[in-house]
């Protein structure tokens, strides 16, 4: 996947404050519309015509982007290997680093990024668009001047944001704590589980103490996924089939199983029996709640303790998306039932609460 280099011009004066460099990907955030009134990537290169205020930022800004902009509804392991390369390639030039990528998968593709960059000790901030550019209403010009000024945020020459988070609608938050939780108003991402970092009103107000210490430590790329895994949704009235289905998949490696409340299941034997089964045969199977906030805690109820009994993993207050990337990076690193077990339940860079 090819991309191009655009530097843009800001006609700020003096010295730049920071360097920035934008991973254009793709999402409504860069869509305008055509003659006919359809919706079309945009040619980044022209975005001072529709943001003209970024010339006003004193920021040197640099900007890769895709050549073939992806709806992120495609997206795959193997772009987020891209981003993670290229902001492993170019981390000593810049500053901060703000990626625009669409809405729909952005929790996902920004906990996996969290994941991938051990040891981070400079911005990554995602953030999109609900309205495409090209709209009058757009959100597009807020999320974007905002993003670019947190990855370049500094205190006495100190990173302030060494994380890779989520902007949008005047709210940081940590990447792999959020959910996309609105489909048509502005306030597209929440996370239930974990304050907001930031929130942008007459100043960016930063919450210091709920946002990641900086590191000195050297920054370490993990970029293999395993991708044979599955979501085994709960649900009253699912018949065998569907779950045998899912757990009889060819090279299943490990399976999310999304449960009620604080990680509650169906105390059915054939349901047990199955899982049991899976888990002797190899298969990780991970417990996540299927409600957005609060936490499983297997064992609380009967409903529960036979899946501790039978080794299944408690994922905490892990959230689906953050699981699903951290899973297979788990599965690449590891192959011992106790090994992974350790790795899920250790928090990383803030993903769960591990008490
Ligand atoms: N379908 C789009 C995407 O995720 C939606 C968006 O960007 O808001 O790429």
């Known amino acids: 996947m090819k991309h191009d280099r655009i530097n843009i011009i800001t006609s700020a004066p003096g010295e730049p404050e920071a360097a920035v460099l934008i991973i254009y990907t793709g999402g409504t955030f860069g869509m305008i519309h055509d003659e006919?009134?359809?919706?079309?990537?945009?040619?980044?290169?022209?975005?001072?015509?529709?943001?003209?205020?970024?010339?006003?930022?004193?920021?040197?800004?640099?900007?890769?982007?895709?050549?073939?902009?992806?709806?992120?509804?495609?997206?795959?392991?193997?772009?987020?290997?891209?981003i993670g390369k290229l902001i492993f390639e170019e981390y000593d030039h810049f500053d901060g680093f703000v990626v625009l990528h669409g809405t729909d998968t952005m929790a996902y593709s920004a906990s996996?990024?969290?994941?991938?960059?051990?040891?981070?000790?400079?911005?990554?901030?995602?953030?999109?668009?609900?309205?495409?550019?090209?709209?009058?209403?757009?959100?597009?010009?807020?999320?974007?001047?905002?993003?670019?000024?947190?990855?370049?945020?500094?205190?006495?020459?100190?990173?302030?944001?060494?994380?890779?988070?989520?902007?949008?609608d005047y709210k940081l938050f940590r990447g792999n704590r959020t959910k996309k939780v609105e489909s048509v108003f502005f306030d597209a991402f929440n996370s239930e589980n974990y304050p907001a970092l930031a929130e942008s009103g007459v100043e960016i107000n930063y919450n210091l103490s709920a946002i990641s210490p900086n590191t000195d430590a050297e920054l370490i790329l993990h970029d293999k996924f395993v991708d044979q895994i599955a979501i085994l949704k709960i649900f009253p009235g699912?018949?065998?089939?569907?779950?045998?289905?899912?757990?009889?998949?060819?090279?299943?490696?490990?399976?999310?199983?999304?449960?009620?409340g604080a990680g509650n299941a169906p105390t059915f034997d054939w349901f047990v029996n199955a899982l049991a089964a899976s888990i002797r045969s190899g298969i990780s199977v991970l417990n996540i709640s299927q409600c957005p906030g609060g936490r499983v805690q297997q064992g609380r109820y009967q409903t529960s303790k036979q899946l501790l009994e039978i080794g299944v993993i408690d994922g905490k207050d892990l959230t689906l998306e953050a699981a699903i990337a951290?899973?297979?990076?788990?599965?690449?690193?590891?192959?011992?039932?106790?090994?992974?077990?350790?790795?899920?339940?250790?928090?990383?860079?803030?993903?769960?609460?591990e008490k």
Not at 130 to 139: A, G
Not at 329 to 351: N, P, V
């Open 112 to 168: 996996a990024l969290s994941f991938m960059l051990q040891n981070l000790s400079k911005p990554v901030i995602f953030t999109g668009a609900q309205l495409p550019i090209s709209s009058l209403r757009s959100d597009a010009r807020e999320n974007l001047i905002n993003a670019l000024e947190i990855a370049a945020a500094k205190v006495n020459g100190r990173v302030l944001v060494p994380e890779v988070c989520i902007y949008f």
């Open 326 to 353: 951290k899973l297979m990076i788990t599965l690449a690193q590891a192959s011992d039932k106790s090994e992974i077990e350790h790795k899920i339940k250790r928090s990383w860079c803030g993903e769960l609460s």
């Open 36 to 82: 006919s009134g359809a919706l079309q990537p945009f040619d980044f290169s022209s975005i001072l015509e529709h943001i003209p205020a970024l010339r006003q930022l004193e920021l040197k800004l640099t900007v890769f982007a895709f050549e073939t902009p992806v709806d992120s509804s495609n997206m795959i392991p193997g772009i987020w290997k891209k």
């Open 238 to 260: 699912m018949n065998k089939s569907y779950v045998k289905a899912i757990l009889a998949a060819p090279g299943l490696k490990g399976v999310i199983l999304e449960t009620y």
